[in-house]
Nanobody, 121 residues
Framework: QVQLVESGGALVQAGGSLRLSCVAS????????MAWFRQAPGKERDGVAT???????AHADSVKDRFTISRDNAKKTVYLQMNSLKPEDTAVYYC???????????????WGQGTQVTVSS
């Protein structure tokens, strides 16, 4: 079992930056691939970025070169650095843990409660 708690969401102007954090507790954090997903009102939950147990990362095309996922296994924390934010990045952002390094929602067993990111134009 893994419990995940996200933080860092806020209201920010377009072009601004935010860093989201997700702290894990319970099972061994380093055993899991981690990912960030987001869900806008009326839309499906989409993968944003994923990072393997060993630190290999991948990002969705829509955020490539703007967002960066990282992890600190000693702190049991995964981060999402978001730069050059756009209004279309507005969504609830969720942290997830699972056995596989992927951006597929169904591959993740454990989810946080989400943190709201709102980007104003």
């Amino acid at each position: 079992q893994v419990q995940l708690v996200e933080s860092g969401g806020a209201l920010v102007q377009a072009g601004g930056s935010l860093r989201l954090s997700c702290v894990a507790s319970g099972d061994t954090f380093s055993n899991y691939a981690m990912a960030w997903f987001r869900q806008a009102p009326g839309k499906e939950r989409d993968g944003v970025a994923t990072i393997s147990r060993f630190g290999t990362s991948a990002h969705a095309d829509s955020v490539k070169d703007r967002f960066t996922i990282s992890r600190d296994n000693a702190k049991k924390t995964v981060y999402l650095q978001m730069n050059s934010l756009k209004p279309e990045d507005t969504a609830v952002y969720y942290c997830a843990a699972g056995p596989s390094y992927t951006l597929t929602v169904q591959s993740y067993n454990y989810w946080g409660q989400g943190t709201q990111v709102t980007v104003s134009s």
